[in-house]
């Protein structure tokens, strides 16, 4: 199993490219199982996750052409086997989201249930309920949601929990239904709004994509489409933690800063300088680091999936900083590991409570789900002496080329296969 090592304690400067976005690939690539024309994918990011996604297509029937850099064509002009098994649905959730395009395109679709994972419960009761409000015949058996419909109905949803996932599921289903889909309490997130403009590249008649009210008017057929994945939000907002957590100058370029605005609002409180010019940030932090509060919410507020990596540039500053989860009910496991390199931090309930020490010691931690492998690298950059991070396969799902990206900025840092 690979294992990065990194030695810490010098400063970041240099330019990154930021990749295209995980978590709008991801749906976006099961968007293809709509049509019977080819789509064409740029920007897509080299991530296992993305790989793994490809599989999944491949096996329904969908042929796949991702031969050259970060381009995907994906062609399902045939759909023979409308099932995501649980083999593949076990090592990525995000498998659940063949099961709207399925059921509308298919009509029908056999998808395990995912299951919990690291981060908490993660149930898929909103994806279920929805689909069954559009008509769909759900039974859930043997650990796999059956979905039957001859073809989908459109109809009013409100969402009991904001869901990302949910909303992609039931956003992508509706374009293929009959009549008007409106709903209600949807993710605001910018990979939801890049999705609907894939869609209605394809054809679909989407309106409110990034508000909390989507309403999506079904047509017969999608067409073929070209499509630019975003730049992923979430990796940038891990560079620049890493940049303010370690010192120094960088920019990131490729990138899109207004998809980061509680990102960026929270470095600047810990001391670091942000500009903005087109598609590039720049980070530069020279003075001393801050505390700051944060509180994860759904878009537009802190996102969950920076949480971690904000958590290890608290673990420096100077003064107490609070940081509450409010998304997954497990996702302070990095916690441990950084109290192993020397911070100083409570967790009570969903609330952790930093207190910033002078410095972290390097030391073996281990990577327990993919945004605390982030945490745990950026603390390696700070510490002092050698950290050695084990499982980092959770990193490989979703940062491309992380130690050759870190050391372009300057960073000793190293894989070892095993
Ligand atoms: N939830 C339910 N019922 C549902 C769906 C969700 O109770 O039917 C709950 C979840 O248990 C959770 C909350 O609602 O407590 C929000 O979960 P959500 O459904 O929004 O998460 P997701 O769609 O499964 C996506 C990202 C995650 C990111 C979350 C939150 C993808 C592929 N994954 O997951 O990304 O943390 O939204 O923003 O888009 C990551 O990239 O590291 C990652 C975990």
Redesign the pocket.
């Known amino acids: 199993m690979d294992r990065l090592i990194i030695d810490g304690g010098r400063p970041l400067a240099g330019e990154v490219r930021i990749s295209g976005a995980?978590?709008a690939a991801?749906p976006i690539l099961c968007s293809a199982l709509l049509t019977a024309e080819p789509l064409v994918l740029t920007n897509v990011p080299r991530l296992n996750d993305v790989r793994t996604m490809q599989t999944l297509l491949a096996q329904m029937g969908v042929r796949i052409d991702a031969g050259t850099a970060e381009k995907v064509a994906l062609d399902a002009g045939r759909i023979d086997w409308p099932l995501a098994p649980y083999e593949l649905v076990k090592t990525m959730?995000?498998s659940i989201l063949a099961l709207g395009p399925l059921v509308a395109r298919c009509g029908e679709a056999r998808v395990s249930l995912p299951g919990g994972c690291a981060?908490?419960?993660?149930?898929?009761?909103?994806?279920v309920k929805g689909l069954v409000a559009m008509g769909a015949e759900i039974d859930l058996e043997h650990g796999y949601i059956s979905a039957r419909a001859r073809r989908l109905k459109g109809m009013r949803f409100g969402f009991d929990?904001?869901?990302?996932?949910?909303t992609e599921n039931l956003m992508m289903a509706a374009t293929l239904a009959e009549g008007t889909t409106v709903l209600e309490n949807a993710?605001r997130?910018p990979?939801v709004v890049d999705l609907a403009r894939c869609l209605a590249t394809m054809g679909a008649n989407i309106a409110g994509a990034g508000t909390d009210r989507i309403t999506i008017e079904g047509v017969a057929a999608l067409h073929g489409a070209t499509h630019a994945i975003m730049p992923d939000r979430?990796e940038t907002g891990t560079f620049l933690a890493a940049v303010a957590a370690a010192g120094g100058d960088a920019t990131l370029t490729g990138t899109q800063a207004d998809t980061l605005d509680a990102v960026l609002a929270r470095l600047r409180e810990a001391g670091a300088e942000v500009s903005v010019k087109g598609d590039a940030i720049r980070l530069v932090r020279r003075g001393p680091l801050g505390a700051f509060n944060l509180r994860t919410a759904p878009y537009p507020a802190f996102?969950?999936?920076m949480q971690a990596q904000m958590m290890a540039l608290a673990a420096r500053a100077s003064g107490t900083t609070v940081i509450t989860e409010t998304?997954?009910e497990n996702r302070m496991m990095h916690v441990q590991e950084l109290v192993r390199l020397g911070a100083e931090i409570d967790v009570e309930g969903n609330t952790a409570i930093v207190r910033g020490v002078p410095k972290l010691n390097g030391a073996n931690v281990m990577a327990t789900d993919?945004?605390a492998s982030a945490c745990l690298v950026i603390a390696g950059l700070i510490a002092e002496g050698e950290t050695t991070i084990d499982r980092i396969y959770h990193l490989d799902r979703?940062y491309e080329r992380i130690e050759d990206k870190l050391s372009a900025l300057g960073a000793r840092i190293r894989r070892s296969r095993q």
């Open positions: 995980k978590n991801l959730r995000a981060i908490g419960l993660r149930p898929v009761d909103q994806h929990v904001v869901t990302v996932t949910g993710a997130e990979e979430i996102p969950t999936d998304i997954f993919l945004r979703g």
